[in-house]
């Protein structure tokens, strides 16, 4: 089946560092990745649509300069944490939607990573 | 703009018992809905989606949902639950195919299942 992966499952930082999280689709390919947070006890909220070969569009209220994400492959999105502080801390999940190849049962499926715990100290 | 409502946030039933989640959307028009399973600390599951087609939709695990366009319901059922079904669920929209918005997901808040032996 479809494997989406993140990378790194969890991380802590200083505030004020930056911190890289990667979101790889495995055995398919994505034109168009999700990133999402999700606050403790939580719903998860869409945070932006990663697009390859192009800007991200970021949902309303959430800075662009801040989380930079950049889409450079079929089969990987990254989102930068940058500056980070204490209220950055969540789990932040990508979700990668299938390009649609006829393999799977139903074009362009959408494919969740198992998230990133980002910690700020 | 579309929403989600998960009515309780919290379902507790015996094993073996009946689970009802309850799920209501609000939508211009009828759009996707799905249902999602998270473990601790874990990425989401898809359990079920509708599409088009069957209003009432089979999923893994044994769980089913059907889609009431009159009452705006997506409710999550399954007859007789395990210990293993417990977990955080999820009821979602998405933008029917074709859209700008197409793939974006809006998430209800969440409903704990504790099954009880």
């Known amino acids: 089946g479809a494997v989406v992966s993140q990378h790194p499952s969890r991380v802590i930082c200083k505030s004020g560092t930056s911190v890289k999280i990667e979101c790889r689709s495995l055995d398919f390919q994505a034109t168009t990745m999700f990133w999402y947070r999700q606050f403790p006890k939580q719903s998860l909220m869409l945070m932006a649509t990663?697009?390859?070969?192009?800007?991200?569009?970021?949902e309303q209220g959430v800075e662009k300069d801040k989380f930079l994400i950049n889409h450079a492959s079929l089969t990987l999105s990254t989102l930068t944490v940058t500056s980070a502080h204490p209220e950055d801390s969540s789990f932040y999940i990508c979700s990668a939607r299938d390009r649609g190849n006829g393999r799977t049962g139903f074009r362009r499926e959408q494919y969740f990573g198992p998230g990133t715990r980002l910690t700020v100290t | 703009a579309q929403s989600v409502t998960q009515l309780g946030s919290h379902v507790s039933v015996s094993e073996g018992a009946l689970v009802l989640l309850r799920c209501n959307y609000s939508s211009s028009v009828p759009p996707y809905l799905f249902w999602y399973v998270q473990y601790p600390n874990q990425g989401l599951q898809l359990l079920l989606k509708y599409t088009t087609g069957a209003t009432l939709v089979k999923g893994i695990n044994g769980f089913e949902a059907e889609f009431k366009k009159s009452e705006t319901s997506f409710h999550l059922t399954k007859p007789s639950a395990h210990m293993s079904d417990a977990a955080e669920y999820f009821c979602a929209v998405s933008p029917i195919a074709g859209g700008t918005s197409y793939g974006k997901l809006t998430f209800g808040q969440g409903t704990i299942l504790t099954v009880h032996p």
């Open positions: 990663s697009n390859e070969g192009s800007k991200a569009t970021y």
